[in-house]
């Protein structure tokens, strides 16, 4: 055997052993990685499906609680909740709320994003410093009685109306997600398309926006999301006028049956029954989302 072989065998021996280490390392970190993920989707989805097992429950074996699935399905449950709680006329409350928000925050975001990224005006820093401002900043129940104020001197106090424009001045969020958007798109499409005879409206319209389908599909599927769980504004508004009421404030209305008796099933069928209409959001939102982040990855 030569001297090279010699050697040769030697280093392989020695470097055999810290392969073996990295791959144990390499192991291990997946190992511990899928435990955490397991663990997490084990703590989000567990409450969802006590929830959606309750609801198939009588009221005594929700209140209870020895069984985690129910000694008789219930479904009747469903129809009980539809009925008591007026759903048909709270859901078309609650779709018209959050579709309205959604497209006027879309309309408002886009256009205040397009105008700071492209555009140079005085105040530009302290606009973008004021949007910054609002999602660092939480007052919550402390600006009601400024906002419903507000509405009763527009008189859009007796309409949902209020507090669909209430919502769509809290863009702040979605406003920063579109500018991080538009800053990845290039100007040399403006300027190319400035030369073609396009006007600054024009590129926006034809140009821009179509390049942004999957970032506005997202932040309507997070506008929709939130707009559809408001509850504490859309119940200051409608206190005198149920018949205004969305799904957060009427699902309430099942607290409480025969002799004051809460009626937990009830209410548990009404929330399973709110969740459907985000899943259908979600479920065509969720090309524009996988999209987002397909590209996030890449870059």
Known sequence: MSTRDVSAQGDWKASNPSKAKLRFVQYS???????????????????????????????????????????????????EAWKKANFALFTWNSLFISAATTIGTLLVTTMAAYAV??????????????????MFISIGAVVLRPQFDLMVALNLNQSLWGVILILISAHATAFF??????????????EAAYIDGCNYYTVYWRIVLPLLKPAIGVTALFTFRNAWNEYILPFVFTMSN????????????????????????LMLAGACISIVPMLIVYMFANKSFMQVTAGSLKG
Not at 251 to 264: I, S
């Open 117 to 134: 990224d492209r555009g140079n005006f005085p105040g530009k820093k302290a606009y973008v410093a004021l949007q910054a401002s609002t």
């Open 29 to 79: 970190s997946w190992t511990v990685l899928w435990i955490f993920l397991i663990a997490a989707a084990v703590v989000t989805l567990f409450p969802v499906v006590v929830a959606i097992l309750g609801s198939f429950k009588t009221n005594m074996e929700v209140t209870v609680g020895a069984t985690l699935f129910p000694k008789q399905w219930l479904f009747s449950n469903y129809a």
């Open 242 to 265: 149920p018949k205004l009421q969305p799904l957060t404030v009427g699902l309430t209305n099942l607290k409480y049956g025969v002799g004051a008796a809460a009626e937990l099933q």
């Open 177 to 190: 997600m579109l500018i991080g958007f538009f800053k990845g798109i290039p100007k040399d499409l403006d």
